[in-house]
């Protein structure tokens, strides 16, 4: 007699991000996870009524990994955020396409969307404000993460060499200010090209900070 596994959804959920994080969202499927749990796959219907619901349950986990301070004032918590999405996204490369396209989200993602929100409106950002930045920062975090995962190089090295590689194959004098920018990186060999995002980020919480200062309204806690 065969002895059965009993497994728990939150089981199901974990095994489908590790086996998403080896092979891929394309490549899952739920025959796959079966044996990856060594249970048959109709037995994962009992705790995913389909594929769907299952990349539902794996988005929110990617969700709750992201850190977000509360207690702190909001420029920090949203720099905690970033680094800690854009970390996330990194382990879970399969995610950035499904993070901002769940129709039927979890709590932890419903959570974190929630609390984004609480840091920025107890910080005196008005209504509209505050949805201006969400949609800034994300558009920021989720639009570097898929130029990182896109890049022909890995990131944690100098781009530079492959730059030197392509304008060699052209006339230098013909792109002298890709020539300048490649010459003068490879002056420079600490950078890293991930640094990139700390100076972009700065650059939106500069400017958040600026339109707060101008058009901050008192904030009025929503009625229960």
Not at 34 to 54: F, I, T
Not at 122 to 140: I, K, M, W
Request: aromatic share 8%.
């Amino acid at each position: 007699m065969e002895k059965r596994t009993r497994l728990s959804r939150d089981q199901v959920l974990a095994a489908g991000v590790e086996l998403a994080d080896a092979v891929g969202i394309e490549a899952l499927t739920m025959r796959k996870l079966g044996d990856a749990l060594d249970v048959r796959a109709m037995s994962l219907y009992h705790h995913v009524a389909n594929k769907e619901q299952l990349l539902d349950g794996m988005t929110d986990l990617v969700f709750a990994e992201i850190d977000l301070l509360d207690d702190t004032d909001w420029r920090t918590s949203m720099r905690v955020r970033a680094f800690s999405a854009r970390a996330a996204m990194g382990r879970h490369p399969w995610a950035l396409r499904l993070m901002g396209s769940r129709t039927t989200p979890g709590e932890a993602t419903v959570r974190h969307h929630d609390a984004v929100l609480g840091v920025l409106r107890r910080a005196g950002f008005p209504l509209t404000l505050a949805a201006h930045a969400f949609s800034v920062l994300d558009a920021y975090i989720y639009g570097f993460a898929v130029q990182e995962q896109s890049l022909p190089f890995d990131t944690e090295e100098a781009p530079t060499e492959l730059a030197q590689a392509i304008l060699a194959q052209f006339p230098t004098d013909r792109y002298p200010y890709l020539a300048e920018l490649t010459a003068r990186y490879l002056e420079d060999h600490d950078y890293n090209y991930a640094q990139e995002f700390t100076y972009g980020l700065d650059l939106i919480l500069d400017g958040l900070e600026r339109a707060l200062a101008v058009g901050a309204a008192a904030y009025t806690p929503a009625r229960e």
